[in-house]
C-alpha cells in the first residue's frame, strides 16, 4: 500500500473521500492511496501522481474564482448567511435575492480582506455579502450584477425542524410494515397490488386501528424482462413501477365493450395460474399480460376531464417524465442496458431519440399515460387511509440508489460517478461487506444542478401520500464508494452534503405535512443520529439491535422518542424465523459466516436468552413461555410499548406467522431475494381475504393498542 502525498490528502478532504474509518469491531482501517486515486477518478480528478494533484488543486481553485456566484448555497432558517461573489478586482457589483414567491430582499456588503487572485490574464477580487437571517423557506435565486452582465445562483432555506405530522396530534402510532407485491388478494393479478394496497389500509385502519402502512418502493422498474426483482436497485427512483397498477380499478375499465373485458379476464386468469405454478413472486410472467391489459384499456380513450388532468400531470413533470417514457419505449425496442443501444440513442437530447418520440409517439404518450395512473392509485389508497382516519396512511420508501444501466443514468449521466459502486464495508450481519452494484450520485454535480435530481426525487415520493422512509438515510452524509472490481473491502466512505440533502428532505416533507423516518442501522457516526433529531427527522430502532455499552438489551426507557420502534426488519426472517435462527442457518447455508455455524447459533441463543430474561423481568411474558415462540412474539412487541418511541412499527409478517425473509443481504439469485409471496406459519400462501378473518392478527393488533383484546371497530 502506497503513502497518501500530502496533495492527495487534500484533493481527498476537498472531495469528502475518507483516509481512514473505524470498522464494525472498532478497528482503526486507513484508506490506500490507491483507493484513494480510484474515487478521484470518478470526479474527473487526476491525481496520479504529486504533479498531477497539484495542478488539480491549482485549477479547482481558480474554477472556484472564475465563478461570479457559488452554484448553490443551503442555510437553516433563522441562520444567518453570507455568500462570496467573485468579480474583476475593483469593479462595483450589486447582489439582492428574489424569493420563490417573487419578493425581492438586498444583501448588504460586509469585510472581506482576502487577497484579489491572478486568473486567465487578470485579477479577480472577492466580495461578501450578508443575505440576512430571515429569510423564509423555500427554494429562492441570488442574482448579482456587476459590468460582466447578471449572474443568478440557487440559494435553498431549510426548515430547522420537522417533527410529527399535525395529523397525529402529539401521540404514539402504530402501523404495519410490508412487501407490497407479496400480498395478493383473490382479485390481484398473482403479484400485490395498488388495489390491495388500498383493502389493506381498509382493514389495518378500520379493524386493527393502525395509523399508517409502510411499504416497499415503488420505484420503477425495467419495463420489460428480465425486471430486476429488487425494489431497492430500480431503474428510476422518481417514477413507479407501474406493475403496481390494478387494471380493473382505472376508471376507464368501466367503459370498455364486452369483448374488451373478455381478453382482460382471460390475461387475468393466466397472470393468477403462472404465479401459481411459479410458487413466487414471478414478474417476469406476470407482468407482459397486466401491460397487455393496459394497453386495451389505454386504447379506449378517457372523456374530457379526465383527458385535462391528465396532460396537467405531464405539464407538472416535464422533461423528466418525457425522457423516462422514451427510456421505456427505447428500452423495449433496443434492449434494456442502454449501453449497449446503438451509439446514436446514447443520449435523451440527440436526433435520433427525437425523431425516435416522433415516430413512436403514441407508445411514448401510453408510458407516460401509466405513470399518471399509477399516481392516481397511489392518492385513491391514501384517500383511503383518511376515510379510515388514519393519521399518517401511506408510508413509502426510498432506495439509496438506482440500477446502474437504468433509466436515471441515461436520462443525466454526468450526475453519477463512473466507475463506482455503492455498498457497505463488513459488518456484524454481512461479514464480507456489501457491493449493492449502484452508481452513486456525484456530490459535486449537484451542487451545480441545484440539487434538482433530488429535489424531484423526493418531492415525487412524498406525492400523495403520508410519509417516507428514507433507506440507509446514512448515505446522505456519506456513503461506501466501491471502485469496480475491487470488492467491498477496497472501497472507502464519501461525504455528501448532508446540510444540503437533509435540508431540502425536511423543506419537502414540511410541504407535504409527511412524516420522514430515516433508516441509521449499521456503522453510524455517533453525532448523525443527534442531527437527524435535532432536524426532526425520525430514526429507526430495531430490537435486535438495540444494546448497552455491555451488549446487553438496552432498556426501553433508554429508546429514542424520534424513531420508528420494531421488532425486526425486512433485511432479517419475521421474528418466528429468527427465534428459531433460520437467519443463522440460512447465511451458513450460503457460505456468508466467517465464523463456524455453532459459534453463531451460540450467540444468537444467548441474545435470544438475554432478551426473554429482559422480558420476563418487565412482566410481559410469564416464564413458562419462554418456549412457545408466538408468546414470545407478542411479547417482543410490548415491549416496544414501554419505550419512549413515538411511531412503533409491527411486521406484516408477524401478523400471519410467516418464517421466510424477503431478502439476504450479501445475495443476488442464490436466495429468492424480494419474491418471496406473503405466507403462514407453514409457508403456504395467503390471500388478503385470509388475513382480514384470521386470530393472530387480532392478538397482535391489540398488543400495539395496548389493550387486552381487539374489538370489532373503534366505534362500538
Known amino acids: 500500500m502506497s503513502d497518501v502525498y500530502p496533495s492527495l490528502a487534500l484533493l481527498a478532504e476537498k472531495f469528502g473521500i475518507a483516509q481512514e474509518f473505524w470498522d464494525w469491531k472498532g478497528r482503526h482501517q486507513a484508506i490506500s492511496a490507491?483507493?484513494?486515486?480510484?474515487?478521484?477518478?470518478?470526479?474527473?480528478?487526476?491525481?496520479?501522481?504529486?504533479?498531477?494533484?497539484?495542478?488539480?488543486?491549482?485549477?479547482?481553485?481558480?474554477?472556484?474564482?472564475?465563478?461570479?456566484?457559488?452554484?448553490?448555497?443551503?442555510?437553516?432558517?433563522?441562520?444567518?448567511?453570507?455568500?462570496?461573489?467573485h468579480v474583476p478586482a475593483g469593479t462595483h457589483v450589486e447582489v439582492y435575492i428574489r424569493l420563490e414567491s417573487g419578493e425581492t430582499r438586498p444583501a448588504w456588503q460586509v469585510e472581506n480582506h482576502a487577497p484579489d487572485r491572478w486568473v486567465d490574464g487578470g485579477h479577480i477580487g472577492e466580495a461578501t455579502f450578508w443575505?440576512?437571517?430571515?429569510?423564509?423557506?423555500?427554494?429562492?435565486?441570488?442574482?448579482?450584477?456587476?459590468?460582466?452582465?447578471?449572474?443568478?445562483?440557487?440559494?435553498?432555506?431549510?426548515?430547522?425542524?420537522?417533527?410529527?405530522p399535525g395529523k397525529m396530534r402529539g401521540e404514539r402510532i402504530w402501523g404495519y410494515g410490508t412487501q407490497l407485491y407479496s400480498v395478493t388478494s383473490d382479485r390481484s393479478w398473482g403479484i400485490g397490488d395498488l388495489g390491495d394496497l388500498a383493502d389493506l389500509i381498509t382493514w389495518s385502519g378500520a379493524r386493527q386501528f393502525a395509523g399508517y402502512v409502510l411499504i416497499n418502493p415503488l420505484h420503477a422498474a425495467e419495463p420489460a424482462p428480465p425486471i430486476e426483482p429488487s425494489?431497492?436497485?430500480?431503474?428510476?427512483?422518481?417514477?413507479?413501477?407501474?406493475?403496481?397498477?390494478?387494471?380493473?380499478s382505472i376508471p376507464e375499465y368501466a367503459t370498455l365493450g364486452k369483448e374488451e373485458r373478455r381478453r382482460i379476464k382471460a390475461l387475468l386468469r393466466q397472470a393468477q395460474e403462472a404465479a401459481e405454478a411459479s410458487g413466487i413472486v414471478d414478474r417476469n410472467a406476470v407482468w407482459p399480460l397486466k401491460l397487455e391489459a393496459l394497453r386495451i384499456i389505454h386504447a379506449a380513450g378517457m372523456r374530457p376531464a379526465r383527458h385535462i388532468a391528465y396532460q396537467d400531470f405531464r405539464s407538472r413533470e416535464g422533461v423528466g417524465l418525457r425522457y423516462f417514457a422514451l427510456w421505456s419505449a427505447l428500452s423495449r425496442a433496443h434492449g434494456q442496458f442502454w449501453s449497449d443501444w446503438p451509439d446514436?440513442?446514447?443520449?435523451?437530447?440527440?436526433?435520433?431519440?427525437?425523431?425516435?418520440?416522433?415516430?413512436?409517439?403514441d407508445e411514448v404518450s401510453f408510458f407516460e399515460w401509466l405513470q399518471w395512473i399509477a399516481q392516481t392509485q397511489v392518492s385513491a389508497a391514501q384517500t383511503v387511509a383518511d376515510e379510515v382516519g388514519m393519521p399518517v396512511g401511506i408510508v413509502t420508501d426510498l432506495a439509496v440508489g438506482v440500477h446502474r444501466h437504468g433509466a436515471e443514468t441515461w436520462m443525466m449521466p454526468e450526475v453519477f460517478a463512473q466507475g463506482m459502486s455503492v455498498g457497505a464495508p463488513p459488518d456484524q450481519y454481512n461479514q464480507s461487506g456489501q457491493d449493492w452494484g449502484q452508481p452513486p450520485w456525484r456530490p459535486d454535480k449537484l451542487e451545480e444542478l441545484a440539487y434538482e435530481p433530488f429535489r424531484a426525487m423526493v418531492a415525487a415520493a412524498l406525492r400523495r401520500v403520508g410519509g417516507l422512509r428514507v433507506d440507509h438515510i446514512i448515505g446522505m452524509f456519506r456513503l461506501w464508494w466501491v471502485p469496480q472490481g475491487a470488492g467491498p473491502t477496497g472501497?472507502?466512505?464519501?461525504?455528501?452534503?448532508?446540510?444540503?440533502?437533509?435540508?431540502?428532505?425536511a423543506l419537502e416533507a414540511q410541504r407535504a405535512q409527511a412524516l420522514v423516518i430515516g433508516e441509521d442501522l449499521g456503522t453510524v457516526e455517533p453525532w448523525v443520529r443527534d442531527y437527524l433529531s435535532r432536524r426532526g427527522l425520525l430514526g429507526t430502532s430495531v430490537l435486535w439491535f438495540e444494546a448497552d455499552h455491555q451488549g446487553q438489551p438496552l432498556d426501553a426507557g433508554h429508546w429514542r422518542e424520534y424513531c420508528m420502534a420494531s421488532v425486526t426488519t425486512h433485511d432479517l426472517p419475521p421474528t418466528l424465523g429468527y427465534l428459531a435462527g433460520d437467519h443463522v442457518r440460512l447465511r451458513d447455508d450460503l457460505g456468508l459466516l466467517t465464523e463456524p455455524l455453532d459459534e453463531e447459533l451460540a450467540a444468537s441463543h444467548r441474545e435470544q436468552e438475554d432478551w426473554l430474561n429482559k422480558l420476563v423481568d418487565y412482566g410481559l411474558l410469564n416464564p413458562e413461555d419462554r418456549d412457545e415462540p408466538v408468546e414470545v412474539m407478542l411479547a417482543l412487541h410490548k415491549f416496544?410499548?414501554?419505550?419512549?418511541?413515538?411511531?412503533?412499527?409491527?411486521?406484516?409478517?408477524?401478523?400471519?406467522?410467516?418464517?421466510?425473509?424477503?431478502?439476504?443481504?450479501?445475495?443476488?439469485?442464490?436466495?429468492?431475494?424480494?419474491?418471496?409471496?406473503?405466507g403462514d406459519e407453514d409457508g403456504n400462501p395467503i390471500h388478503l381475504e385470509d388475513i382480514f378473518t384470521a386470530e393472530l392478527p387480532?392478538?397482535?393488533?391489540?398488543?400495539?393498542?395496548?389493550?387486552?383484546?381487539?374489538?370489532?371497530?373503534?366505534?362500538?
Request: proline share 8%; hydrophobic share 40%.
Open 34 to 85: 490507491e483507493t484513494i486515486t480510484e474515487v478521484l477518478k470518478a470526479f474527473d480528478i487526476d491525481a496520479s501522481s504529486p504533479q498531477a494533484a497539484d495542478d488539480a488543486l491549482t485549477r479547482l481553485e481558480d474554477d472556484r474564482w472564475r465563478r461570479t456566484l457559488p452554484a448553490c448555497t443551503v442555510a437553516e432558517e433563522g441562520q444567518g448567511i453570507y455568500i462570496n461573489v
Open 131 to 164: 443575505l440576512g437571517a430571515d429569510l423564509p423557506t423555500g427554494y429562492h435565486r441570488v442574482i448579482a450584477n456587476s459590468f460582466t452582465g447578471s449572474h443568478e445562483a440557487s440559494l435553498i432555506v431549510t426548515p430547522s425542524f420537522v417533527g410529527f
Open 231 to 248: 425494489p431497492y436497485l430500480p431503474a428510476s427512483r422518481r417514477f413507479i413501477n407501474p406493475i403496481y397498477i390494478h387494471p380493473e
Open 344 to 361: 446514436e440513442f446514447q443520449s435523451p437530447q440527440s436526433p435520433a431519440v427525437a425523431a425516435f418520440a416522433q415516430e413512436h409517439a
Open 491 to 505: 472501497g472507502t466512505y464519501v461525504r455528501n452534503n448532508h446540510e444540503a440533502m437533509i435540508g431540502i428532505l
Open 640 to 678: 416496544l410499548l414501554h419505550t419512549p418511541s413515538k411511531v412503533l412499527l409491527a411486521g406484516l409478517t408477524d401478523a400471519v406467522g410467516e418464517r421466510r425473509a424477503q431478502n439476504q443481504p450479501g445475495t443476488i439469485n442464490e436466495y429468492p431475494n424480494w419474491r418471496v409471496p406473503l
Open 698 to 716: 387480532n392478538r397482535l393488533a391489540a398488543v400495539m393498542n395496548g389493550i387486552q383484546q381487539q374489538p370489532e371497530s373503534r366505534w362500538g
